[in-house]
């Protein structure tokens, strides 16, 4: 059973910096694709960020140049550096991740969130 679990959410002033982390763990044998999303109250998820397995990144214009996606393979973590934020970055954070399994079967697993809060 593989699992991500999400950290490094709160609160933070507008201008400020927050990282989150998010950890796999369980039987799994390399990473594909990683992103992250987020979803803020009466909203669509939104992707925000994505990595894929030989390093490219890609970000919607919404958080181009101020978010940086990374990944650390003998960690098993994915970070999420998101800088100059704003209010409307508010929302809950998801990690997500198509991972192959020691069989090689791709599959697509979510993390539970967590709470980014920008406010004065």
């Known amino acids: 059973q593989v699992q991500l679990v999400e950290s490094g959410g709160g609160l933070v002033q507008p201008g400020g910096s927050l990282r989150l982390s998010c950890v796999a763990s369980g039987n799994f044998a390399s990473f594909n694709v990683m992103r992250w999303y987020r979803q803020s109250p009466g909203k669509q998820r939104e992707l925000v960020a994505r990595i894929i397995q030989g390093g490219e990144t890609n970000y919607p214009d919404s958080v181009r140049g101020r978010f940086i996606i990374s990944r650390d393979n003998g960690k098993s973590t994915t970070y999420l550096q998101m800088n100059s934020l704003k209010p409307e970055d508010t929302a809950v954070y998801y990690c997500?991740?198509?991972?192959?399994?020691?069989?090689?079967?791709?599959?697509?697993?979510w993390g539970q969130g967590t709470q980014v809060t920008v406010s004065s």
């Open positions: 997500n991740g198509d991972l192959f399994g020691t069989d090689w079967e791709l599959n697509t697993y």
